[in-house]
């Protein structure tokens, strides 16, 4: 039993010495830029050390814009299902599936805008009251009720024209004094 010990122990040392010995190749083939890329050796589960894990990268955050009436740009619209009927939005309003509302990353609460289904030419005028999508590739969330007016709930998404035509206070948001 006792060569056995002796036998683990020395294996010990070796397996470690061979990973400071790699630890150091990489250092030196990290530091130089032609240097190809080298796979690292396999190791036993038992000395092997449990990589870090990365943190999940975090969106970037939301710079609002100011908008003025005539402001018009292009892209995808989806809309919020009434399963987030009655949560509270990133203006502090509850979402109401009925009403004529969107979400946008940087137009400010309380803009109004009217969206056009380029697909079908149909129109309404939305406030923004939330922030979002999330999903790339898209520029702003409908409400229900918006939606469907606009034609989009079997298609799920449409391309759509967004015109700035006013502003209005969005509801819920508090108004903050200074001084």
């Known amino acids: 039993m006792h060569r056995f010990s002796e036998v683990m122990s020395s294996l010990t040392w070796a397996v470690t010495a061979a990973l400071l010995s790699l630890s150091a190749s990489f ?5 130089s830029p032609a240097a190809p890329a080298v796979a690292p050796a396999a190791t036993p589960a038992a000395v092997a050390a449990p990589a870090p894990s990365a943190a999940p990268a975090k969106a970037a955050p939301t710079v609002v814009t100011s908008a003025t009436a005539g402001d018009v740009s292009e892209g995808k619209l989806a809309y919020y299902s009434s399963k987030f009927n009655g949560r509270k939005t990133a203006s502090g309003e509850r979402y109401n599936a009925s009403a004529m509302t969107m979400a ?10 009217k969206v056009t289904n380029l697909a079908n030419q149909r129109s309404v005028v939305v406030r923004v009251n939330d922030r979002g999508p999330s999903t790339p590739g898209r520029v702003g969330d409908l409400s229900l009720a918006a939606a469907q007016k606009l034609g989009a709930i079997r298609k799920g998404s449409i391309d759509a024209k967004l015109e700035v035509v006013g502003m209005n206070k969005a509801r819920g948001t508090k108004k903050v004094e200074t001084g």
Do not use: E, I, M, R
């Open 27 to 31: 250092a030196v083939h990290a530091q």
């Open 104 to 113: 946008h990353n940087s137009l400010p609460f309380g803009t109004q805008v």
